[in-house]
């Protein structure tokens, strides 16, 4: 939690429980659905991610990762990342390199975050692009992806 923090932990909780077995479930249907494999490495890599209170670097989940306090191999959490981030299951924060669970469900969509820059919170949500891909139409231009950060306050934070 950032140093300007004043309220308690929990403000922004990870799925726990059901809700992260359920959130798993869904995981595997998806994989299966396009024909992919949801590995333990993989499962064990978005379970970390599901259930974590905010973004989680590489690191982060390479420590987390083993039963016992037994970290990872990087290249297995690397490999986890680049397969939850292809078909959709998680995206990378650039500015905070770090990594959070996709909650919005379907297929691909532009990833746009509200990043608190006090406690460190990363709540991804759903803007409208479609005035700034009808200009780039308008200019010839094909865009594939948008990723948007936003930093502010949270309302956690706001309301200390």
Do not use: W
């Not at 004043?6 to 809700?19: F, I, R």
């Not at 590995?39 to 420590?63: F, Q, S």
């Amino acid at each position: 939690m950032g140093a300007e923090c004043h309220h308690e932990d929990g403000a922004h909780p990870g799925l726990k429980g059901q809700d992260l077995r359920q959130a798993l479930g869904l995981a595997e249907t998806r994989c299966a659905d396009h024909q992919e494999r949801l590995t333990p490495p993989r499962k064990r890599v978005l379970e970390l991610l599901l259930g974590a209170d905010g973004p989680l670097k590489a690191y982060d989940l390479i420590a987390a990762y083993g039963a016992e306090g037994e970290p990872a191999k990087p290249p297995t959490v690397y490999r986890a990342l680049e397969f939850l981030e292809r078909l959709g299951f998680a995206h990378r924060i650039e500015s905070l390199n770090a990594y959070v669970p996709c909650r919005i469900a379907g297929e691909s969509h532009s990833a746009a975050f509200l990043i608190c820059d006090c406690c460190g919170a990363a709540e991804e949500f759903e803007p409208d692009f479609a005035p700034q891909f009808a200009a780039a139409a308008a200019h010839g231009y094909e865009v594939r992806s948008v990723t948007l950060e936003a930093r502010g306050r949270c309302p956690a934070c706001r309301h200390d």
